[in-house]
Nanobody, 125 residues
Framework: VQLQASGGGLVQAGGSLRLSCAVS????????MGWFRQAPGKEREFVGV????????YYSDSVKGRFTISKDNSRNTAYLQMNSLKPEDTALYYC???????????????????WGQGTQVTVSS
């Protein structure tokens, strides 16, 4: 399974970005996908997660109300729409997929088995 994250960049505070994560998995619709981020010198942090159908999402308190995760199962792609960005959102953003179908919505990086390469998001003040 390969994941390709894209869409990062440099944006001013208050701006928006949309990240994409394309997954090379034919049964994409069966798997939970999580978004995480990691700033220099810090541990990987949970951002949000979406279930297999795209009908349920769960976010960290730090991004709730500003970020939205969605899925396009026809394109095997998930998205992270980020609005009202803040300088503290600056990080390398990763998407992760679980190995097991119909898995739980979880916020722990160790519960995800496949990862994209990360895409850098930098928010200037």
């Amino acid at each position: 399974v390969q994941l390709q994250a894209s869409g990062g960049g440099l944006v001013q505070a208050g701006g928006s970005l949309r990240l994409s994560c394309a997954v090379s998995r034919r049964t994409f619709t069966r798997y939970v996908m999580g978004w995480f981020r990691q700033a220099p010198g810090k541990e990987r942090e949970f951002v949000g997660v979406i279930n297999w159908s795209g009908g349920s999402t769960y976010y960290s308190d730090s991004v709730k109300g500003r970020f939205t995760i969605s899925k396009d199962n026809s394109r095997n792609t998930a998205y992270l729409q980020m609005n009202s960005l803040k300088p503290e959102d600056t990080a390398l953003y990763y998407c992760g997929v679980q190995r097991t179908a119909w898995g739980p919505l979880t916020k722990y990086p160790t519960d995800y088995d496949f990862w994209g390469q990360g895409t850098q998001v930098t928010v200037s003040s």
